[in-house]
């Protein structure tokens, strides 16, 4: 009997160092974050195609977007000096030394008469400079550029003032 009772304390011990066992193990997990500077947009100028006549014909006023660059015309367009052309310009900002895209509109924008808005021309070829030739950040965060495009100009397109709008986008890589 003293066997039994000894044989039941041991299943009972043994039963009750299961029954109450329990482990733990606890880690330190590391979290990082790096904020950044949101990239921006900011016009500086607007283009301007200056002064021109529309001819019989249909043609172009075609201002580049090369700081220095000499506006031109073909078909029927001639140009008027007197009312002077300027390429536009934009700075882009963010977070130094990052490389970003711009997204320029592909389809033509329409430049419409303020008098009469039915009245329209197009820009087309829309193109941007980068003076380094890279699209990256300065030290300080900023990087100049300038615009140009061609305006579509109808055979005797009504004068007066157009104008219009298109959206830049610019985007880290």
């Known amino acids: 009997m003293l066997r039994k009772l000894f044989f039941l304390t041991v299943l009972m011990a043994a039963a009750g160092s299961f029954t109450g066992y329990t482990q733990t193990n606890t880690v330190t997990a590391s979290a990082d974050a790096e904020m950044s500077l949101p990239v921006a947009v900011n016009i500086g100028t607007y283009i301007e195609f200056g002064g021109f006549m529309p001819g019989a014909t249909p043609g172009t006023v075609i201002l580049p977007a090369t700081p220095g660059g000499s506006r031109s015309a073909t078909g029927g367009v001639t140009l008027v000096v007197a009312h002077t052309s300027q390429y536009g310009e934009t700075v882009?900002?963010?977070?130094?030394?990052?490389?970003?895209?711009?997204?320029?509109?592909?389809?033509?924008?329409?430049?419409?008469?303020?008098?009469?808005?039915?009245?329209?021309?197009?820009?087309?070829?829309?193109?941007?400079?980068?003076?380094?030739?890279?699209?990256?950040l300065d030290e300080e965060g900023y990087l100049n550029l300038t615009f140009g495009g061609t305006l579509n100009v109808g055979a005797n397109q009504i004068n007066g003032d157009y104008t219009g709008s298109f959206e830049i986008t610019a985007a880290y890589e």
């Open 92 to 136: 882009v900002s963010g977070e130094p030394g990052s490389t970003f895209t711009i997204l320029l509109p592909s389809d033509p924008v329409s430049i419409k008469l303020q008098t009469n808005p039915a009245i329209q021309m197009t820009l087309t070829n829309i193109a941007y400079y980068s003076p380094s030739g890279v699209l990256q």
